[in-house]
């Protein structure tokens, strides 16, 4: 099956600062890569994803970007502010099924005003 | 975007009994799933919900422990059955509309204490 690999695990970084986070997946069959952002006591939310025909995706101060060769992804926050605090889950899976997903195991990213 | 909401929010539960988790969705969804969240862990995928036949399980969840119904395109249930501590987590519930951006929503998820 898919095996996800995430990195850093926590990230700490001053406002107005870039964040990275870095993400390997194994199968090369996946085509399809969303990140979540959860707070603290809240449900994953859909902050941005990318599907195979694209290298990169941009919006706003988020952008992903995808290496298929290599089989990897990565997230982009630009002028980071307080509120995106939060953990970050990167996931790959199929194009039509989505909810197959396999996640990575997070990183908490820390944004100091 | 679709709405998703989970009953109960959160329960205390003996060892032995079992809980039903409700998820309601407020539009027509192809695809429901459900997910365990250990605390501080990231989301593990149990079984895919689907309408109108057997749920399909993932490896290492089974349906005697965990029972799924799903009567119609916009309702599910899970059932934990003969709770132990180690049943203890977040269990979240998702739809996926497919189509074009078959993106995925989760609902509030459910927080379960075993004592």
């Known amino acids: 099956g898919e095996n996800v690999e995430q990195h850093p695990s926590t990230l700490s970084v001053q406002e107005g600062d870039s964040a990275v986070i870095k993400c390997t997946y194994s199968?090369?069959?996946?085509?399809?890569f969303p990140w979540y952002k959860q707070e603290l006591g809240k449900r994953p939310q859909l902050i941005i994803d990318?599907?195979?025909?694209?290298g990169e995706k941009k919006d706003q101060r988020i952008a992903v970007t995808l290496n298929k060769t290599a089989k990897h992804f990565s997230l982009h926050i630009t002028e980071t502010q307080p509120e995106d605090s939060a953990v970050y889950f990167c996931?790959?899976?199929?194009?039509?099924?989505?909810?197959?997903?396999?996640f990575g195991d997070g990183t908490t990213l820390t944004v100091k005003p | 975007s679709a709405v998703i909401s989970q009953k109960p929010s959160r329960d205390i539960c003996q060892r032995g009994t079992s809980l039903t988790i409700q998820c309601q969705v407020d539009?027509?969804?192809?695809?429901m799933f459900w997910y365990r969240q250990q605390p501080g862990q990231s989301l593990t995928l149990i079984a895919t919900?689907?309408?109108?036949?057997?749920?399909?399980?993932e490896s290492g969840f089974v349906i005697d422990k965990f029972p799924i119904s799903r009567p119609n395109l916009t309702f599910s249930t899970l059932t934990v059955s003969n709770m132990s501590p180690e049943d203890s987590s977040i269990y979240l519930c998702?739809?996926?509309?497919?189509?074009?951006?078959?993106?995925?929503?989760f609902g509030p998820g459910t927080r379960l204490t075993v004592l």
């Open positions: 990318i599907r195979s025909n694209v």
């Open positions: 998702s739809a996926e509309r497919t189509g074009i951006t078959d993106t995925q929503y």
């Open positions: 199968d090369s069959a996946s085509n399809y």
């Open positions: 996931a790959a899976g199929g194009d039509t099924n989505a909810g197959k997903s396999t």
């Open positions: 539009s027509q969804v192809t695809m």
């Open positions: 919900a689907n309408q109108g036949s057997e749920a399909t399980y």
